[in-house]
Each structure stands twice: as structure tokens, then as C-alpha cells.
């Protein structure tokens, strides 16, 4: 999924980390067999203890090296997971910002959240706790099975046996892990999702008949990480006990190889403690099935994601679009939309420099008339054309650079008031920010007014005006307003009015509404009903409003 990122390209970054995370623990491992073998030479004979040197100079390297290769593989596996997650990060937003709204109507917003976080958490920690425990336990039995094999037999198996089966009793769960890992990634992503939209509807008290299914998800939530627990107990008792045994085995064969003097006496601390330490390389892979299968759906659910194909594609040539005002055009365009035809036949100019208004009953398809425009969605069929172009072999962003959408229900970012009217005017001087907010009556909001998500923290009216003067401030050729004067008592109305009005000076405007006043602002006005725009006499009786 990021783009042009070949799978091992991926990898490479983690090849350091994982070769680091496997010396440690093989560190680990031979330090547990060396200190057990110094301390018993030196126990038995410390009159030797000099001819040690060797031995605790290795205990001690062991010792300082293991702890530095951990840090060291905590520091890279992690630098390069993050980085990973980055370009992860990076490729999900670009997709994401390709889908736009569609993605939204498609998916609920809590769960692609949730998901989309855990998603990333899970592919980008995945050769850490993947494959990091698998090569160190491979590498340490190798080490501590080999040595012993070639000093007996029985010894080898006494570890080799217990230690294995301990190693597969995850791998046999597994399937239950990961069934009980794709049952809290459900009821994570339900309770997420119930969850925002309680907390969107808590206003008028709907929030309280989510109650009993929040209450039920939490149950679930509960239910599901307490059989998780009791997975991991069982896995642990199960690993101890075969350490137990593992443990006597190899205590009981060691002594009878002492007794009958194949082994020296010093190997057996040695020995012990080297078995006991193969075991501790056993203890990050009882992660192993859940991170696995987390990371197996996350990807399963990547790939979901990227065969959704967006409402509207990028041309893979685009043309270009030349300079200056440039006229509009719909062309016997047809909308279908939920089965429904909102928009049948309609053919609309709006040359370089026109103002026109379309009003008409509500759900009548007005805002899909600026939605087409803006590429939120292409026809069914006709064509929608700027400078006699089809949109569809324009660039997104070409096409969008010309236009500026002030959206009926005026979303804002959670920012500031500056903030977002720098979303439409980045260079303009905060005086000219400031005259803006003014004129359109917004006197007692400061630009350092923090909005709120979506714009929650201001009222209908101030958030829908904030949303306009974002708009206006937008050096484009085509003004795009959707109810602009929506929310606003008629004195507040007649002012913005003037605003739009001096605003547009030598820019096209169209402008969708309900109300009278704006038509005002039309050399055009046009009633959408039936699927059909329906021109109208001109709305000079309404001039005296501006
Ligand atoms: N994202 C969508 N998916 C499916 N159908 C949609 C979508 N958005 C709008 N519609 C449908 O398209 C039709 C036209 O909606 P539209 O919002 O364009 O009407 P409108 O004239 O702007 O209404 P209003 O005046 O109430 O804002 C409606 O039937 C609506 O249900």
C-alpha cells in the first residue's frame, strides 16, 4: 500500500533491529551458561580462580553486550517501525483524501479511526513481534540444543523436548486467538463508532437510547479481553510446567552423567542454567498468533480498502486549463443518486463574470448542482465543462484551484478562526482578515477564537460566515456559495449580502438558496424542480437589499 514501496523495501529497515533482538537474546543465553560454568569453577577450586580470567572476562562482555544489543534493538526497531508508520501514515491519507466524502457516507467515522489506528499500530509493529521472537527462540534453541546434543544425547532431548512443545503450545491456540483478536477488533471498532455518535447526539438526550448498546459493546469488550487472559494464563501455566519438567530431566540426567563422570562437576551450573535461559527466549512468542493475525487483518482489510474505487478518478493525462476567468458550463447532465434521478436533463452556462442563482425545493438537488462542479461526483450522464473541458480530464487540483466552495453546512477545521480562513487566503494580511470578519458582523470574534471539531464551538451563524469569508478570501475565478446567508436574522443577511456583492467583483458566482434576498445578488435565476432548471424572471425587485 505505499505506493511504489516494494515488500522487501519494507523490510529492509528491520533487518538491523530483528539481527540485533536475536544476538541479545542468544547473548543472554550464552551468559547464563558461562556464569553458571564460572561459578561453579570457582566454587570448586578457588585457589584457580585467576585461570578464570577468560571466563569472567566473557561473563562480563556477555553481561554489558547483551543489555547494549537490547537497547540498541529497541532503539532501531523502533525507529524503524515509526518510520514505517510514516510512510504507512502518508499512503493511508493520500487514500483517504482521494476518497473524500465518499469514504465518510461509506464508512462509519468511528470505526475507520479506530480501525485505521490499530491497522497502522499492527503493521508497522509486525516484524518485532512477529518475527524478532521467532528468529531469537530459533536462534537460542539452536545454541543451547546443538551444545547440549553434542555433550549427550539425553541432555539435548530433555531440553529440546519440553522447550519445543512449549514453543508449539501458542501456534495450537492460535486459532483461537486469533478468532477472539478479530472479535475485539469488531467490538472496538462498534463501541468507537456508537461512541462518537452518542456523543454527537447527546444534545437532545438521544444519546441516552445508545446507552443499552454502548453498555452491551462494553460487556463484550469485557467478555472478550477476559478469555484473552485467560488464554495467556493457560499459555503460561502450560510453559511453566514444561519448564518444570524440562528442568528435573535435565537436573536428573546431568547428575547421573556427573556420578558416572562424563560431565565434570562445574558443567552442570552451566548446563542448568543454560536450559533455563532457552526458556526465557520462549516468553515473546506467546504474542506471536495475536500480533500475527492482527497484522494478517490489517492488511486483509488494506486491500478491501484499495479495490473501493472513488466517486471521481484523476485523468491519467490531465489537460490543462488555461489562465484568466473561463466560462461553465452543464451540458444535459444527469445525476442518479440512491436510485433517484435528482438532476435529469440540465444544461446550464454561467459564462466569465455571470452571476447566477438556483433556488427550488429542498432535496431538489441543488447542492449536487455545485457538487458536480467541484468533482464531489461526475454525471450519469452529459457534461459538466470549464473552458469547454470536460472536468473529468482536468486535474483535481487544477480544477479546484479555480473554484471556491462555501458549503451549506459549513464544516470548519479545529483550529483557529485565522487558521481557517488561512485555508482560503494563506498570504492575506491580517488587517484584510480582519476587515473581512468585520463587515460580515463577526466584530466579537477574534482571529485567535478557537473553533472547535467542525466548527461546534461557534453558532450556526458565526461558523456559517466564517466558512464564507474562507470562501471569498480564495483567489478564485468561480464563487461557489451554498446558502450563504443561511442562519442569519435579515438585518446580518443584507449585510453579507453587500459582502458577496463587492467580493465577487470580476468572478463568476453561482449561488444556491432557499431564501429571497440572495437572488438578489443574480443577473440569472433559475428554480430546479423535477430534475429540470426552470429559468425565472430577473430578480430585480430584489436589488434594494444590496
Ligand atoms: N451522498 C449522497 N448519497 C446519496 N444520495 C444523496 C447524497 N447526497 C444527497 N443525496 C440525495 O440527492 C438528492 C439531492 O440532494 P441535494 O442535497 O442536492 O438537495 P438540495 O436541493 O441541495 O436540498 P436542500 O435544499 O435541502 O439542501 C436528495 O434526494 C438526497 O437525498
Known amino acids: ?9 519494507r523490510w529492509r529497515p528491520f533487518i538491523l533491529p530483528v539481527l540485533l533482538g536475536v544476538a541479545a537474546t542468544l547473548a543472554g543465553v550464552a551468559l547464563a551458561g558461562a556464569s553458571g560454568r564460572l561459578i561453579a569453577r570457582a566454587a570448586l577450586r578457588p585457589e584457580v580462580f585467576l585461570s578464570l580470567t577468560l571466563l569472567v572476562t566473557l561473563v562480563r562482555a556477555l553481561g554489558v553486550g547483551r543489555a547494549g544489543l537490547r537497547y540498541a534493538e529497541r532503539l532501531t526497531g523502533h525507529a524503524a517501525a515509526l518510520k514505517a508508520g510514516e510512510a504507512q501514515r502518508a499512503a493511508l491519507f493520500d487514500r483517504v483524501a482521494r476518497f473524500g466524502r465518499d469514504l465518510l457516507a461509506r464508512e462509519r467515522s468511528g470505526d475507520l479511526l479506530s480501525r485505521s489506528g490499530a491497522d497502522l499500530d499492527a503493521r508497522q509493529f509486525a516484524a518485532l513481534r512477529v518475527t524478532l521472537p521467532l528468529l531469537g527462540f530459533a536462534g537460542a534453541t539452536l545454541l543451547a540444543g546443538g551444545w547440549l546434543l553434542s555433550l549427550d544425547a539425553g ?10 512443545l512449549a514453543a508449539a503450545l501458542p501456534g495450537l491456540a492460535r486459532t483461537w486467538a486469533a478468532a477472539l483478536a478479530r472479535e475485539e477488533a469488531h467490538l472496538a471498532r462498534e463501541h468507537g463508532a456508537a ?26 469488550l469485557r467478555r472478550v479481553t477476559q478469555a484473552q487472559g485467560r488464554l495467556q494464563t493457560g499459555l503460561t501455566l502450560g510453559r511453566e510446567a514444561l519448564f518444570a519438567l524440562s528442568f528435573t530431566l535435565v537436573l536428573t540426567r546431568g547428575l547421573t552423567l556427573v556420578e558416572s ?14 536450559a533455563a535461559a532457552s526458556f526465557d527466549a520462549l516468553t515473546p512468542l506467546a504474542l506471536v498468533p495475536g500480533a500475527h493475525a492482527a497484522a494478517q487483518a490489517a ?12 466517486a471521481v478518478t484523476e485523468p491519467r493525462d490531465p489537460a490543462s486549463v488555461p489562465d484568466g476567468p473561463l466560462p461553465l458550463a452543464l451540458e444535459g447532465v444527469r445525476v442518479t443518486r440512491g436510485g433517484r434521478d435528482p438532476l435529469r436533463d440540465v444544461t446550464l452556462h454561467l459564462p466569465a463574470g455571470a452571476r447566477v442563482a438556483v433556488t427550488g425545493p429542498s432535496g431538489a438537488g441543488k447542492s449536487t448542482l455545485l457538487g458536480l462542479i467541484s468533482r464531489d461526483l461526475d454525471p450519469t450522464a452529459g457534461r459538466v465543462t470549464l473552458g469547454g473541458t470536460d ?5 483535481l487540483a487544477d480544477l479546484r484551484a479555480r473554484l471556491s466552495l462555501h458549503e451549506q453546512d459549513a464544516p470548519l477545521l479545529d483550529g483557529t478562526v485565522e487558521e481557517n480562513l488561512r485555508l482560503g487566503g494563506p498570504h492575506a494580511p491580517p488587517e484584510r482578515l480582519r476587515e473581512l470578519l468585520d463587515d460580515l458582523g463577526l466584530e466579537d470574534l477574534t482571529l485567535d477564537t478557537w473553533v472547535g471539531e467542525g466548527g461546534t464551538r461557534l453558532s450556526g451563524g458565526q461558523r456559517a460566515r466564517v466558512s464564507l469569508a474562507r470562501a471569498l478570501l480564495k483567489p478564485a475565478d468561480v464563487l461557489l456559495l451554498d446558502e450563504p446567508t443561511a442562519h442569519l436574522d435579515p438585518d446580518t443577511e443584507a449585510r453579507v449580502l453587500r459582502v458577496i456583492h463587492r467580493e465577487c467583483a470580476g468572478r463568476s458566482l453561482l449561488l444556491v438558496t432557499h431564501r429571497p434576498a440572495p437572488l438578489a445578488l443574480a443577473d440569472q435565476v433559475y428554480r430546479l424542480q423535477d430534475g429540470h432548471l426552470h429559468p425565472l424572471p430577473a430578480a430585480s425587485t430584489h436589488r434594494k437589499v444590496i
Do not use: K
Open 261 to 274: 563422570g562424563a560431565l565434570g562437576g562445574a558443567w552442570l551450573a552451566a548446563v542448568v542454567l543454560l
Open 1 to 9: 500500500m505505499t505506493g511504489g514501496v516494494t515488500r522487501a523495501g
Open 391 to 395: 472536468l473529468r480530464a482536468l486535474a
Open 299 to 310: 492488511r486483509e482489510r488494506d486491500d478491501e480498502l484499495a479495490a473501493v474505487q472513488p
Open 155 to 164: 541432555l539435548g532431548l530433555s531440553v529440546l523436548g519440553p522447550l519445543l
Open 195 to 220: 461512541l462518537l455518535d452518542a456523543l454527537s447526539a447527546s444534545a437532545d438526550g438521544a444519546a441516552r437510547l445508545w446507552g443499552p448498546r454502548l453498555a452491551h459493546l462494553s460487556a463484550g
